[in-house]
């Protein structure tokens, strides 16, 4: 990696100011890290199809104007929204600040909240972004629960670009002890025509016989950058059911890595992503099946319109002594005009004899016998388009493994679809 | 022609047969029933030799012959045959192919001189025509594709072709329809002969309406409990397994 | 008796069977690469002047290009300064016109490998260009090839005899920049084919080439060029055999096709290079760049390859589909034993209209082999109509061998139809058990069940390959699996 182009001096001096002395010895060694190794650049495989300058750009710009944090305070329309629509217990992280009116009234002993500042652990070396979120974060929520709590556990990043640029770091650091069973909302929101970066990084130790079902929302601005990367360790006959939908925002780098080192270990995690014109939305994702049996599928689809890149990167590794891991993974995508781009490339590296592993990937269009049939009982071409495209995407938004988020995902899929489809820009595949 | 006696085994920590002993001649047919877990499938992949079994006591002769030293094919190729529960898909090879193979490994060990394609082929199309086969199954993968049936009727057809001296028939009727049922019924019939012994291990007596027994068995917790004539099985029909069970605990 | 899973790792006691070494006096250079070596090569073919500038920009091309390290296969550095990079025996001086005239102690080699050139190029009408250390020995059959108008002979007689074709064409598909490995052959390479075939001829025979290393530390820097001129048809074969040596050698091929205007070239090859022995001492290093240009509209390149040896392999046949209606295909099994590495898949590059490509892959890892898949198929924004199929499957035989898949899916065309889909398995323990209760053994069974899995590819082979092939397939799995 070529060393960052980021202002690493003016960092230095952001993060010196920072609030939370106790978690200074970690960013500064975080600091160091990150100083040494730089950015991913395009010459690293993981990264070959996204450039990362956006995100240098709105930081050095962010760090040369003082590199201030939004001010907290005042509840904002995004999250109030939010809020309102979802019923769940929500915590609230706006612009890198964890909001302190937020879960006041806990489930009791269910739930347990501190924070990281409140016992600090020693700096992790990590992957670049990861890095950079430990040396300017404010501070990070930890969250245990250690029962069966009734109603979804949500936590909402909302960041507002109300200056020139903005960034900001959000730490989460999930445990869910053995035997208990969680729901869990992590919805992404900004508001503002302004540019900004948010880096999020979100750990989870999934115990011994917990269930948990997890459902990421990312519904970002046009102008907004965002990278995140959420780690989960499953114990033994643990399960995770897990979807994420990113709807929005201008760039987006998701990393998901499964650490299943327990054997019984079940995980099932799948995907949508809408694109549209200007977006860039790239999913990375792996699987570590180290001790067998254990089961994981995945399945991600995409619908791209307009000028837009989407990358998908699935990784399946099964370590040698793995025996008796069955590992699926499946990517589809449509894709609906001329400059459109989707780089697929799910990957398998097996080192462990008694397994089952497959994976599938296509790219392509409407069925147009489907098409046909739908003008065919009178509906017009676009419509008949949306109808197939809103039924490639609805069957994942089924899959959502959280109730109560459901039929809000579907309301903006729906906006988001019938944005795509109706835009000038379908190819005129038929003709 | 098999003379076990107080066979014990078992697979891993699990002990199913627990001193099972049973005499079979040649041209009899013998049904052994049982309830589930009861150890009827062991008792078949045992006699046919499959290594995930352990044998912990007891001894089975097969023509005289230690049966327990000999290795799968070569308790195939003395004559054993075993028509599989749930008969394995091979793709890519070829039906025909793998008969041909089969009957040529037996013919060798018997001295004999192996089939060229023409004499196979000539006797698979005999031997289809008696079972009512397609000969289209030749063609295709082994069970790959076959409906539940189909596999049956395959099981019987190799059955037909290698001619064993001692088959058994491992729930040949599970899943079947009644038509099939009936194909494959006579199919076994067909090969009933006095050189030959056949034993069929089934849950249901709805199959020995059709391939009637010279002795049914009753096997459970890992033994026979009870021995009789066909009308074992009626009796057994009615009133279910726990009335031997029963009798057995007692 | 022993159960399946201690009989899995098994010992190989196959001898690699084309072991030896001839004894003949080799006329080679000194190890080392400088201009001068470039040189020399060039000189001892009385090459023309455009021949040995072509090479000297090669080299120093490739003085500034770095070997790449991203395939998934670990060696120890090679030293390009302790290779020799020409080696011919010494009956070179006047070629033989007939195999008559032949070095006996080297048709006895061919007798050995199994390659009875009389015979077999006479009942099979195949005719036989045998590459022996850089240098083409007998070129039969060439008679009734030029009643056809085909142009079948080794590399270097084409640049004395054909200058302008070879001009043309080399390089216009794996340009020199292309890669370090092609840089390095431009530079020096020894020998190889040339074919042509004209306007509308349909090629009367198939085409079949023999390669050998012999002296140590000799690299094989073979390269071959076969143009397929309007509306014809040609089937070439290539097949390999090495002997055992202790010292890695290493083998940096370059193959380029040109099918113009409904043409269809058939590349086949099945490849026996010594893959090293159970420890992983010895053995080729393959690492070759094979590409087809469907230049013209409804031309057809198919690469077909059975590939049981070298102790690494490194290689990609590839396609460009450019001409509209194009159509590109590889079929391939890769067999990895022991402690062999192979990285190796396909490119499929989309570029006309209505441009189609299938993609079947099988790969077998047993032993400690690491076996990976790696293919791109990359339909570009004018593609309009593109449409690919790929099919990955691998077949893991013991716990210590590993498979993998990478594949690269980039499309930029929103017509296109791209379908991917890979497998992983074993042979199951029912599978064995089936078998061996229908009487056979469990050796015949694995032969059998590994035959099966590749019979997708092996029925693309041409005949006399498709059973070579299989005998291979068999023999390079002895042993893996109890």
Same mark, same amino acid.
């Given at each position: ?8 001096? #003016? *960092?230095? /001096? ?14 500064? &060694? !975080? @600091?160091? +890290? ?80 501190? #924070? *990281?500042? /409140? ?14 979120? &430990? !040396? @300017?974060? +404010? ?80 519904? #970002? ?211 | ?250 | ?482």
């Amino acid at each position: 990696m070529k060393p960052s182009s980021l202002d690493i001096d #003016r *960092l230095r /001096d952001v993060v010196r100011q920072l609030p939370n002395d106790a978690l200074m010895p970690s960013r500064e &060694a !975080a @600091l160091a +890290h990150f100083d040494e190794h730089g950015l991913p650049t395009l010459r690293d495989e993981d990264w070959k199809y996204t450039d990362l300058s956006p995100l240098v750009d709105i930081s050095n710009r962010w760090l040369r104007a003082g590199g201030q944090q939004q001010a907290p305070g005042d509840r904002r329309d995004a999250v109030e929204r939010v809020l309102g629509s979802i019923d769940a217990t929500w915590f609230v992280i706006a612009d890198g600040t964890i909001e302190p009116w937020t879960a006041r009234a806990l489930e009791s002993g269910a739930i347990e909240v501190s #924070r *990281l500042s /409140d016992a600090p652990a020693p700096f992790v070396t990590g992957r670049p972004l990861a890095d950079l979120n &430990a !040396a @300017l974060r +404010h501070d990070g929520l930890r969250i245990r629960i250690t029962g069966h709590p009734e109603k979804p556990v949500g936590i909402l990043l909302a960041d507002r670009a109300g200056t020139n640029a903005g960034v900001a770091q959000s730490c989460v650091e999930i445990e869910v002890a053995p035997g208990a069973s969680a729901e869990l909302i992590e919805y992404h929101v900004s508001e503002g025509d302004e540019d900004h970066y948010a880096n999020s990084v979100l750990t989870m130790g999934i115990g011994d016989d917990a269930d948990v079902k997890h459902v990421r929302i990312q519904n #970002r601005s046009i102008r907004h950058v965002q990278t995140g990367r959420t780690s989960l360790a499953l114990g033994r006959n643990a399960t995770l059911r897990m979807a994420s939908y990113d709807l929005g925002g201008g760039l987006i780098r998701n990393d998901i890595d499964i650490d299943l080192s327990q054997p019984g270990a079940n995980v099932a995690f799948d995907g949508l992503y809408l694109a549209g014109d200007g977006q860039h939305i790239d999913n990375h994702t792996r699987v570590d099946h180290r001790v067998g049996p254990s089961t994981s599928s995945q399945e991600y689809r995409g619908i791209l319109n307009g000028k837009c890149r989407c990358v998908w990167n699935g990784k399946a590794i099964v370590h040698k002594g793995a025996d008796g891991t069955d590992a699926k993974q499946a990517n589809h995508n449509l894709l609906l005009s001329e400059k459109a781009e989707i780089d697929a490339k799910p990957e398998l590296e097996i080192y462990a004899e008694d397994v089952k592993c497959s994976h599938g990937t296509t790219v392509g269009q409407l069925d147009e016998t489907a098409l046909f049939y739908l003008r065919s009982r009178g509906l017009d071409k676009n419509h008949a388009i949306r109808v197939l495209t809103h039924a490639f995407a609805a069957d994942l938004v089924r899959r959502a493994p959280v109730s109560a988020v459901m039929e809000a995902i579907a309301e903006i899929v729906e906006t988001r679809l019938a944005e795509l489809t109706e835009s000038d820009l379908i190819a005129d595949i038929l003709s | 022609m098999l003379e076990i006696k107080d066979l014990k085994t078992r697979i891993g920590d699990a002990e199913i047969l627990r001193g099972l002993s049973l005499s079979v001649k040649k041209g009899e047919v013998h049904a052994i029933m049982g309830p589930n877990g009861s150890g009827k499938s062991t008792l078949a992949q045992v006699i046919a030799g499959h290594e995930d079994y352990e044998v912990t006591g007891g001894t089975v002769r097969y023509n005289g012959q230690d049966l327990l030293e000999l290795a799968p094919e070569e308790r195939a190729r003395e004559g054993i045959f075993l028509g599989f529960q749930y008969p394995v898909e091979i793709p890519g090879v070829n039906n025909a192919y793998l008969l041909k193979a089969a009957v040529n490994a037996k013919r060798k060990h018997q001295g004999l001189d192996e089939v060229d394609a023409f004499e196979f082929l000539k006797l698979a199309r005999e031997r289809m025509a008696m079972l009512g086969m397609d000969p289209k199954f030749l063609n295709r993968g082994v069970n790959e594709g076959f409906s539940g049936g189909e596999k049956k009727r395959n099981e019987i057809l190799q059955m037909a072709m290698l001619e064993p001296r001692l088959a058994i028939l491992d729930e040949t009727d599970s899943g079947l329809d009644i038509d099939a049922l009936k194909a494959v019924a006579a199919g076994v019939n067909a090969l009933r002969s006095p050189e030959r012994a056949i034993i069929l291990v089934t849950h249901y007596q709805r199959l020995l309406d059709y391939i009637e027994p010279d002795y049914v068995h009753v096997l459970s917790q890992g033994k026979i409990v009870r021995s009789g004539d066909k009308t074992l099985a009626l009796e057994l029909e009615e009133r279910g397994y726990d009335w031997l069970r029963e009798a057995a605990t007692g | 008796m022993a159960t399946e899973s201690e009989n899995i790792e098994h010992l190989v006691n196959r001898r690699y069977e084309h072991g030896f070494v001839t004894d003949i006096a080799t006329d080679s250079l000194p190890p080392g690469l400088d201009e001068g070596v470039v040189r020399a090569i060039s000189a001892r073919k009385n090459e023309p002047q455009f021949m040995l500038e072509w090479r000297l920009q090669a080299y120093r091309q490739w003085l500034e290009m770095r070997e790449p390290e991203w395939a998934h296969v670990h060696y120890p550095k090679i030293k390009y300064n302790e290779i020799s990079y020409f080696s011919a025996p010494k009956s070179d001086e006047d070629r033989p016109k007939s195999l008559d005239e032949v070095d006996p102690k080297l048709l006895e080699t061919y007798d050995k490998l199994g390659i009875p050139l009389h015979e077999r190029a006479r009942l099979a009408g195949v005719a036989v260009d045998a590459v022996f250390d850089s240098v083409s020995v007998a070129t039969t059959f060439k008679k009734k090839l030029s009643e056809a108008g085909v142009i079948f002979c080794s590399f270097s007689e084409a640049v004395q005899e054909h200058p302008d074709l070879v001009r043309q064409y080399l390089g216009t598909v794996v340009p020199r920049r292309d890669n370090f490995f092609a840089a390095l052959n431009a530079a020096v390479f020894s020998d190889g084919s040339f074919v042509y075939i004209p306007k509308g001829v349909r090629c009367p025979m198939e085409l079949s080439t023999y390669f050998r290393i012999n002296a140590a530390n000799t690299g094989q820097f073979e390269r071959t060029l076969i143009v397929a001129d309007e509306g014809s048809h040609v089937s070439y074969l290539e097949g390999c055999t090495a002997p055992m040596r202790d010292e890695n050698q290493l083998h940096a091929a370059v193959v380029e096709l040109v099918a113009l205007k409904d043409a269809e070239i058939k590349y086949s090859t099945v490849q026996n290079w010594y893959p090293g022995d159970e420890n992983g001492v010895g053995g080729i290093y393959n690492f070759v760049t094979k590409r087809g240009d469907c230049r013209g509209a409804n031309s057809k390149i198919s690469w077909t390859q059975v590939e049981t040896g070298s102790a690494i392999t490194w290689k990609y046949p590839s396609c460009l589909l450019r001409g509209d209606n194009s159509v590109g295909e590889f079929y391939s099994v890769a067999v990895a034993n022991n402690m062999q590495q192979a990285d190796t898949g396909t490119k499929m590059i989309h570029i006309g209209r209505n441009t189609s490509s299938t993609i079947v892959s099988k790969g077998i890892s047993a032993g400690r082999a690491e076996n990976a898949y790696r293919g791109l198929v990359r339909v570009m924004p004018q593609a309009h109509g593109a449409r690919n199929h790929t099919q990955c499957d691998s077949l893991l035989i013991g716990k210590q061998c590993g498979a993998h898949t990478f594949p690269y899916m980039e499309i930029k065309n929103p017509t296109a139809r791209v379908e991917h889909e890979a497998t992983t398995s074993k042979i199951s323990a029912d599978q064995l058990f089936y078998c061996r209760q229908r009487g056979i053994s469990e050796e015949d069974a694995v032969n059998m069940i590994v035959n099966g899995f590749c019979k997708e590819v092996f029925k693309e082979l041409p005949m006399e390959f498709a059973v070579e092939a299989q005998a291979l397939l068999n023999v390079s799995l002895e042993g893996a699996v109890g």
